[in-house]
């Protein structure tokens, strides 16, 4: 019986050989991905703690920076946030912010182009929004009205379609474009919630127009009518 047995796992033995030497590289690589991933994903997730940890302490500096007013330093900190972080939500918070303050102190060249890296490079849609309809106003008031323009004719989420719309109003109507802007200005009207008090700014807009976009039909994007006088 015990050779029975012998004879039985030499066979089994000699099996398990010739299966490895068919398919034990395969096995081994098969072995070695799974765990590579395992272990890469764990690596990515470590550093993408690391990340958020260290752009939000930069971003501190950038708050700091913005506060206290000081915009040579306020252009260092976001330069550091833009080479070491650029890809993180933290440093695109900080060039909106940096931009705003560039504009309030009248660094308007230095705020367009905190504008327009966020608008170029941002990962997140509304970040991008946000930057473009921004930088979209201080071109209209530098009169750079077709790059305005330009910078709303990008790929806008849904949600900013009526801040744009009425962003480019504005600007047909400096323009002197009063049809275009009527247009634009009916499409903001009807895109806003009725409850919104920006809502309300459009239709003064459009009523200082000779516009009522409470008529008939108003309610269709652009579909302000003029007022009968």
Do not use: C
Not at 44 to 56: D, F, K, L, N, T
Not at 79 to 85: E, I, L, P, R, S
Not at 110 to 135: F, H
């Amino acid at each position: 019986m015990a050779k029975h047995l012998d004879l039985e796992e030499q066979e089994q033995l000699a099996e398990l050989k010739h299966y490895w030497r068919l398919y034990g590289n395969i096995v081994t690589w098969a072995l070695i991905v799974v765990f590579g991933s395992i272990a890469g994903w764990n690596i990515y997730q470590y550093w993408q703690r690391s990340q958020a940890g260290q752009s939000a302490a930069m971003y501190d500096q950038v708050e700091q920076a913005a506060a206290s007013g000081d915009t040579a330093r306020l252009e260092r900190a976001l330069a550091d946030m833009k080479d070491k972080f650029g890809s993180t939500v933290y440093a695109q918070q900080a060039g909106l912010l940096a931009a705003r303050v560039f504009h309030e102190k009248g660094k308007t060249d230095a705020a367009k182009s905190a504008l327009g890296w966020v608008a170029d490079k941002a990962g997140d849609e509304g970040y991008k929004a946000i930057a473009r309809l921004r930088l979209s106003g201080l071109l209209m008031e530098a009169k750079a009205y077709d790059e305005a323009l330009a910078q709303l004719s990008a790929a806008l989420p849904r949600e900013f379609d009526a801040l744009a719309a009425d962003r480019r109003g504005d600007i047909y109507n400096l323009q002197g474009k009063k049809a275009e802007a009527r247009a634009e200005y009916g499409r903001a009207w009807a895109a806003f919630d009725e409850r919104s008090e920006y809502r309300r700014m459009v239709e003064v807009k459009l009523n200082a127009m000779g516009a009522d976009p409470k008529a008939d039909g108003a309610a269709k994007p652009g579909a302000a009518t003029e007022v009968k006088k």
